[in-house]
C-alpha cells in the first residue's frame, strides 16, 4: 500500500520589508499630487481675499474693486431742458455721482475726484440703494426710485447675505484644506475624508459666485431699463475675474483631491503590499529581477508569483517487502 504525504499549502508571496526611502520613492507621484491641490486651494485663498478686501476702503487699487457700480451723475436725461443744470443741482442736494457695492460695504464719490468714502466694513451685508441714497439726501430731498428696484429689494437682501456667507466659509475651508491636503499621502481613507470637504468648500465657491453674478447683472438689467430716470450700472469686471478664478481654481482642487482617492498608491498601500506604486523606488536586481529589502537581499521573482508546488514524495509500507 502506498501512503502519500499531504501537501502543505502554498503561502502566498509576502512584500519585501521596504526602507521608509523606498516608500516615499513609491508615492512621489501621489505627493506631487497632493500638493498640486495645496497650492490651487491657496490661490483660491489670495483670490477670495482680494473678494473680501475689495471696497474697504477709498485709497489704492482696492477702491476700484467692486461687484456693481451704480451711476447718477446723468440721473436727469438729456431730453430734459437745462438738464447739466439740473444734474448739478441733484449733487447740492446730497447726491453723489457714483455708489461702489462691495462685499463688506460700499463707496462713492465724484467723477474727476474718484471715492470720496468708503462705509465701514459690516457683516452680512447687502446693498440698498433706497436706504442709501435716502440717507444721501439733505434734509427735506425727496427723489422716487423704479418699483422694480423696491420689489426686488428682499431677493436682494436674501442672496447678498447668503452669497457673503459662502464666500466667507470658502476663504476659510481654503486656508485650512491647504495644509490639510498632503496627509492624502497617507492613506485612501484619508484621501476620501479630505476630497469630501474640498468639495464643500468647490461647492461653496462656486454657488456664491453664481449667486453673485446672477444678482448684479439682473440688478444692472433693471436698473438700465428704467425710462423715467438717466440711471446706469456697470459691472466690475476685476471682482467678476477674482471670484470666478477663485472658484475655477477651489474646482480643479476637488478633481485632483477626488482622483486621489482611486488612483496613486498611498503610503499604506506600499506597506500592505496592495499597490507597488512607483517601479523606481525598488532597487532591481538585474540577474534575478528581485526586489532589494532592507538588509539589501534580493527577493526572488515577483511578490504576485505563486511559489512552485513542491515535488511529492512517496513511500512504500514496509508490509510485504
Known amino acids: 500500500m502506498r501512503l502519500f504525504s499531504r501537501r502543505k499549502p502554498a503561502t502566498p508571496a509576502t512584500t519585501p520589508d521596504l526602507t521608509k526611502d523606498q516608500i516615499k520613492r513609491a508615492t512621489r507621484t501621489r505627493k506631487v499630487f497632493s500638493l498640486l491641490t495645496s497650492i ?35 440721473i436727469v436725461p438729456t431730453s430734459v431742458p ?19 457695492v462691495g462685499l463688506w460695504g460700499f463707496c462713492e464719490g465724484y467723477k474727476g475726484v474718484g471715492v470720496t468714502y468708503c462705509s465701514k466694513p459690516e457683516t452680512l451685508y447687502w446693498f440698498n440703494p433706497v436706504q442709501i441714497l435716502k ?8 427723489i422716487t426710485l423704479p418699483t422694480d428696484i423696491n420689489d426686488i429689494l428682499d431677493l436682494i437682501k436674501i442672496a447678498s447675505q447668503v452669497m457673503f456667507g459662502l464666500f466667507l ?18 492613506s485612501r481613507w484619508a484621501s476620501f475624508a479630505i476630497a469630501i470637504l474640498v468639495f464643500l468648500n468647490a461647492l461653496f465657491c462656486t454657488t456664491a459666485s453664481i449667486i453673485a453674478t446672477v444678482m448684479f447683472v439682473i440688478f444692472r438689467n433693471v436698473i438700465g431699463s428704467v425710462q423715467e430716470l438717466n440711471l446706469s450700472a ?7 475675474a477674482f471670484m470666478w478664478v477663485a472658484s475655477a481654481f477651489s474646482i480643479f482642487a476637488w478633481l485632483i483631491q477626488t482622483g486621489l482617492c482611486c488612483c496613486c498608491a498611498s503610503r499604506r ?20 529581477g528581485g526586489v532589494v529589502g532592507r538588509e539589501g537581499v534580493a527577493a526572488e521573482g515577483d511578490r504576485d508569483r505563486v511559489p ?5 514524495r512517496r513511500f512504500r509500507s514496509s508490509k510485504g517487502t
Do not use: C
Request: avoid cysteine.
Open 308 to 312: 512552485e508546488k513542491p515535488a511529492r
Open 135 to 142: 440717507n444721501e439726501l439733505l434734509s427735506g430731498a425727496v
Open 82 to 100: 437745462n438738464f447739466a443744470l439740473i444734474n448739478t443741482i441733484a449733487q447740492t442736494i446730497g447726491l453723489h455721482d457714483f455708489y461702489q
Open 40 to 74: 490651487f486651494l491657496l490661490i483660491t485663498t489670495v483670490f477670495l481675499i482680494l473678494v473680501e478686501i475689495g471696497g474697504t476702503h477709498k485709497s489704492g487699487a482696492i477702491r476700484n474693486w467692486f461687484f456693481l457700480k451704480l451711476d447718477l451723475s446723468h
Open 269 to 288: 498601500d506600499v506597506r500592505t503590499g496592495r499597490k507597488r506604486g512607483s517601479e523606481k523606488a525598488y532597487g532591481m536586481d538585474g540577474a534575478t
Open 169 to 186: 466659509t470658502s476663504n476659510v475651508l481654503s486656508f485650512v484644506l491647504a495644509f490639510i491636503t498632503p496627509l492624502s499621502v497617507f
Open 234 to 240: 456697470q459691472i466690475g469686471t476685476k471682482m467678476f
